[in-house]
Structures are given as C-alpha cells and as structure tokens.
C-alpha cells in the first residue's frame, strides 16, 4: 500500500511542478513589462531588482516558499492517505480525485468554487487576527517590504504559512474538497499573490469591489493609520465590503510601506526569530481599527503626480 501511496503522490507533485511554475514565469514577466511603463505602475521608477529589501525576499523564496508549495501537498496527501492505512489503492485513488467528505459529491468545478470561496473567507479572519497583538509579530515580517512588489509575495514567516493555508487546506480536505482540486488550484494562487504585490495601478474599475487588484492590497501595505489595517482578503475583495474593512480612497495611490517599527531587523535569519523576542503588540497601536478611514464607495482612484 506504500508504494501505491508514493506513486500517487509523487504522479500528483508532477502535476504540479509542470503547471505551477509556467504561470508564475508568465505572470513575472508580465507585471515586469508592464511596470517599465509610468502610467501603469502604482509607484513609478521603482523596479522589483531594485527592491531595498529584495535579499531577504530572496532568502525567504529559497528556503521556505520555493519548496512550500510541494511540501504543502505533499504532507496533506500523505496524512490524508495515512488516515486510509486500510484502504485500497482503488480507495485511496478516489479520494484523491473524489474527496471524502459532505462536499465530495460535487463536480470538480464545484468543489474548485466551493474552496475558493470557503477558504478566502477563511483566510480573510486568519489575516485578521494575526493583526491582533498574539500573532502581529508573525505577520510583521510581511508588512516590513518598504517596496512592495511581486518578491513580498514570498516574504513570510514559517508560523504564519503554517497557521494560514496549510490549516485552511487542511480544513478544505475535511470538508471534502479533493486533493486533486487543491493541486490544481495552487497554481491559480500563486498567481493571484504574484497579481495582488505587483507594482500596477489596476483597480479593475467596478470589480475593485469583487476581487483583490494590486491597489487593494497595495493600501494595505501601508502603515495602520493609513491602509494597513484594512483590506485583509486574499482573494475576494467582497469580504472587505461585507465587513467594513475596504479601503481606497479616491483621489490618491498608496505610495510609503513598511511597518511603524524603527527597531524592526532587516535581516532574513533576525527576522525569523523576531517574533519570539518582545512582547506582543498589535497591528493598529496606537489606533484602532474603528479609527482609520474608510475607503468604502470611493471612485478610481489617480497617480500621484
């Protein structure tokens, strides 16, 4: 049964190297390209390779999220597969493919809708409250990118990916999504996280209020008395709306980004143990949340001249 279990999973790795790493080639380039022209990027003259911070972005792509991905999948299989250590290969293919659970009797394509729209709701309140004062000192080292572009996708702490789309995948597996629906939307992810940290000025006009674009989730890049406490979805900026948290004012692009912390390190291995040292603080001291402004209902917002 073993070795059924390590062909499958590793047939299913496969997949996922094959289409993983094309699209996030193309989308790459892509946001590059079009970045070189002013009137498409968000903060003109600044080039991802310029990046102040773009070593340790480096590093945290190198040893943590270049594997992720694999790592991900490949421990959710074996510890789904595990829990089946009586089951057939024949079993253990269709769950694979099928899923167990209330949600297993759907399509793929419905299982693929049901976890993007189940998980980005879920991810929306795990962004949230590490912005409270337990979990900030995690999710600080995401927002320490003083540039922000496709590389902050990658910056992360261990403890922040762990909690975030490892728990929520795992989560979707109970509920009976397939691991083959998970490996296939990996990809579309990735993606998305490269789209949302480009250096555009793309709102989507009317759809600002549906999806996340790179000028929300910019916003919420900047310090807490600005952005930085709102605009919390991964994916679906329709959360944002729904729970008061959207953002982007009309009339300005959000240009300073960082965190509110000059004692903050600028090193990869100090920032991994960050966290540890110090007492927890929250994202929004000394503000509240309820204090920032609110972007709700606002028009196209315009280049910084």
């Given at each position: 049964?073993?070795?059924?279990v ?10 996922l ?21 002013s ?19 480096a ?10 991905p694999?790592f991900r999948?490949?421990?959710l ?28 009797g759907?399509s ?11 998980s ?5 309140w ?6 409270g004062?337990?979990?900030?000192r995690?999710?600080?080292?995401h927002?320490s990118?003083?540039?922000?572009d ?19 995948d795992?989560l979707?597996?109970?509920?009976g ?8 939307l990996?990809?579309l992810?990735?993606?998305i996280?490269?789209?949302?940290h ?8 009317p759809?600002?209020?549906?999806v ?23 994916t ?5 709306v729904?729970?008061?948290t ?9 240009a ?23 007492r927890?603080t ?5 503000g509240?949340l ?12 315009q280049?910084?001249?």
């Amino acid at each position: 049964m073993w070795v059924s279990v390590q062909g499958i999973v590793a047939d299913k790795l496969l997949d996922l190297w094959s289409s993983l790493y094309p699209g996030m080639l193309v989308m790459i380039a892509a946001c590059t390209a079009i970045t070189l022209f002013s009137s498409q990027a968000c903060n003109p003259g600044k080039v991802w390779w310029r990046n102040r911070g773009l070593l340790v972005d480096a590093c945290y792509w190198l040893t943590l999220q270049c594997v992720a991905p694999y790592f991900r999948m490949g421990l959710l299989i074996l510890v789904a597969t595990f829990a089946m250590a009586f089951a057939s290969p024949a079993e253990i293919d269709d769950y694979i493919n099928h899923g167990r659970g209330p949600v297993s009797g759907l399509s793929f394509w419905w299982q693929a809708a049901f976890y993007l729209l189940a998980s980005d709701f879920l991810l929306y309140w795990i962004h949230r409250i590490f912005h409270g004062a337990s979990l900030w000192r995690y999710h600080a080292i995401h927002h320490s990118a003083e540039d922000v572009d496709w590389t902050t996708a990658y910056r992360f702490h261990p403890i922040n990916i762990c909690f975030g789309t490892y728990m929520v995948d795992v989560l979707m597996l109970y509920a009976g999504v397939s691991p083959t629906a998970l490996l296939w939307l990996v990809p579309l992810q990735t993606v998305i996280a490269l789209f949302v940290h480009a250096n555009l000025n793309w709102t989507l006009g009317p759809l600002r209020y549906v999806v996340a674009t790179p000028v929300f989730h910019r916003w919420h890049h900047t310090l807490p008395d600005e952005g930085g406490n709102r605009n919390f979805a991964p994916t679906f900026a329709f959360w944002d709306v729904l729970f008061a948290t959207f953002y982007m004012p009309p009339d300005r692009l959000p240009a300073r980004y960082g965190v509110d912390d000059p004692r903050f390190p600028a090193g990869f291995l100090k920032q991994l143990v960050y966290p540890f040292t110090g007492r927890g603080t929250a994202a929004n001291e000394p503000g509240a949340l309820s204090g920032l402004p609110s972007g709700l209902g606002s028009a196209r917002p315009q280049r910084e001249s």
